[in-house]
Nanobody, 116 residues
Framework: QVQLVESGGGLVQAGGSLRLSCAAS????????MGWYRQAAGKQRELVAG????????YADSVKGRFTISRDNVQNTVVFLQMNSLKPEDTGVYYC?????????WGRGTQVTVSS
């Protein structure tokens, strides 16, 4: 089992920045990847960014050049999402995930609201 706790969401004006954090606990040594999804009202959940245990990173096209995912390399149990140049379309609930084998664990989500 893996438990995930997110923090860092909030309300920001367009063009502003936010930094999300996700801390994993439990069977963390088995995690193969961590990252973030988001879900806007009335839309499907979509991948924002992910980082594998080997350091491979992928981003959604819509956030490339604006968002940066990183992790605490000491323990590899904390993942960060630095979000710059935020746009109103970035608004949604951001969910941290951790993948272990064929199982995906989810955090409860943190709201990000970008006002125009």
């Amino acid at each position: 089992q893996v438990q995930l706790v997110e923090s860092g969401g909030g309300l920001v004006q367009a063009g502003g920045s936010l930094r999300l954090s996700c801390a994993a606990s439990g069977s963390v040594l088995r995690i193969s990847a961590m990252g973030w999804y988001r879900q806007a009202a009335g839309k499907q959940r979509e991948l924002v960014a992910g980082i594998s245990s080997g350091g491979s990173i992928n981003y959604a096209d819509s956030v490339k050049g604006r968002f940066t995912i990183s992790r605490d390399n000491v323990q590899n149990t904390v993942v960060f999402l630095q979000m710059n140049s935020l746009k109103p379309e970035d608004t949604g609930v951001y969910y941290c995930y951790a993948r272990f084998s064929s199982t995906t664990y989810w955090g409860r989500g943190t709201q990000v609201t970008v006002s125009s």
